[in-house]
């Protein structure tokens, strides 16, 4: 019998907001994939990784042709699939940003493949590039397994948009209504905002953006000519590193600096077309995942939460 709350759509009518969201709701593993190329290591985080054969041993993955991974990894000759745990998900959230050294801090050594092996991960695959096939906006690579690192561990999952794990008996317990966590407001907060942003912040990376790159698009999008200053209290960055955020942005066209009139050594921040024009999809999806998180609620419970979270932003301000 088929269930009655189901709905079909047909292939060429796929909203791919709505594809997205069908997609997430199969769960999968998490990985990072890393390969060397220029004699340099680089790495992405990846949930596309799957089986292919047994005889010989294949396994498969994708890479976005917008990232700027993709070229490298197609490239490469080898490449090792590192499965991550249930306790990685800071290591996963980390090879998901672009413009960072995703391997600062982190021991690591050539394998038998030459691709880098991140020290303390298993299980690992090291692969040599088998295959290469066309997959849409993905190109699907297929490598043949030389040398596998075991290990049974409780994996990190991904479903829905989020980073999970599946131990039943570390489940948030039963707490009463005068308990710390449920009554303290700036732990009530922070739970919040982890909570509602942590999802879209897990897919910057389909747009090459990182968090701090993604903030500095939404506010300028709001607000244009603002100052360093006025930008990192409102995209919640500190000076010394938002400088460094905005000097990549301007490298890459997203923004400009100008200097003021009255003060040339006064600079305010002002988008470019190109900038724009990457913001615009990513705030119309970040709408959508509002929408989607606030469904949940009435329409006089929606307010009360915006209106409230307004009020005590602007009554806390600071000076």
């Known amino acids: 019998m088929a269930d009655s709350d189901a ?39 990846a949930n596309s990784f799957s089986s292919v054969s047994l005889a010989p041993p294949l396994v498969s993955w994708s890479v976005a042709k917008s990232s700027p991974n993709h070229d490298p990894f197609v490239a490469a000759d080898a490449f090792a699939v590192h499965f991550l745990g249930a306790d990685h998900r800071d290591l996963a959230l980390r090879f998901s940003q672009r413009g960072i050294d995703k391997f600062a801090g982190l021991a690591h050594a050539p394998g038998d493949t030459g691709a880098p092996l991140i020290e303390g991960l298993a299980p690992i695959f090291e692969c040599r590039a088998w295959a290469r096939y066309p997959g849409g906006d993905h190109t699907i690579l297929v490598g043949e397994v030389a040398r596998m690192v075991e290990r049974n561990h409780e994996p990190l999952l991904f479903h829905s948009g989020q980073l999970r794990r599946i131990d039943a008996l570390r489940r948030a317990p039963s707490l009463s209504s005068d308990s ?10 922070a739970r919040a905002s982890f909570n509602v942003s942590g999802e879209f912040h897990a897919r910057l990376g389909e747009w090459n953006l990182s968090v701090p790159e993604w903030r ?104």
Do not use: W
């Not at 709701?25 to 060397?36: I, K, L, M, N, Y």
């Not at 710390?180 to 907060?189: D, E, M, Q, V």
């Not at 607000?223 to 990192?232: F, H, N, Q």
């Not at 009139?261 to 024009?277: E, F, N, Q, S």
């Open 7 to 45: 709905k079909t759509s047909p292939a060429d009518a796929l909203d791919p907001h709505a594809f997205r969201q069908a997609l997430g709701q199969f769960p999968t593993g998490v990985a990072v994939v890393t390969a060397s190329h220029n004699g340099y290591a680089i790495g992405m985080t």
């Open 180 to 189: 710390f966590a449920r009554n303290y407001l700036a732990y009530l907060l």
């Open 216 to 319: 500095v698009l939404a506010c300028l999008m709001d607000v244009e000519g603002l100052s360093v200053g006025e930008l990192a209290a409102m995209a919640l960055i500190k000076q010394p590193r938002l400088t460094k955020v905005l000097d990549r942005m301007e490298r890459d066209d997203l923004l400009q600096r100008r200097p003021t009139a009255d003060d040339r050594r006064r600079v305010t921040l002002h988008l470019t077309a190109k900038g724009r024009a990457r913001a615009a999809p990513v705030l119309a999806a970040a709408k959508a995942h509002e929408t989607e998180v606030l469904n949940q609620f009435t329409d006089a419970e929606r307010d009360t939460i915006k209106h409230a979270l307004d009020l005590l932003i602007d009554r806390t301000r600071p000076g």
